[in-house]
Nanobody, 127 residues
């Protein structure tokens, strides 16, 4: 059974950092592009960042550029999202998702392009 599990969410003060991880079980992430998405209450799910299989290409939504970094460790079957300089507007449930196809550009941040999803982890940025 293919499964993605997100870990690392929590409560952090503005300006703080968190590292989210997305671990796969039941399949190898080697050939999958991975995306990170978030959804705040009352808002649509938003693409945050994505990484191609092999890690050669990454993409970020403008609001997190320079603050968030996506990376992958295929030996550990895990993808990470390092989030620095967090802001209250980053508060949301964060999801990772996997796709066998890397579409590139803005398409890599579209939820519809991904086939497998984790259950999400809550990130709350508040003082």
């Amino acid at each position: 059974q293919l499964q993605l599990v997100e870990l690392g969410g929590g409560l952090v003060q503005p300006g703080g950092s968190l590292r989210l991880s997305c671990a796969a079980s039941g399949f190898s992430l080697d050939y999958y592009a991975i995306g990170w998405f978030r959804q705040a209450p009352g808002k649509e799910r938003e693409g945050v960042s994505a990484i191609s299989s092999g890690g050669g290409t990454t993409n970020y939504v403008d609001s997190v550029k320079g603050r968030f970094t996506i990376s992958r460790d295929d030996a550990k079957n895990t993808v990470y999202l390092q989030m620095n300089s967090l802001k209250p507007e980053d508060t949301a449930v964060y999801y990772c998702a996997a796709s066998l196809t890397w579409y590139g550009g803005s398409r890599s941040l579209l939820p519809s392009q991904y086939d497998y999803w984790g259950q999400g982890t809550q990130v709350t940025v508040s003082s």
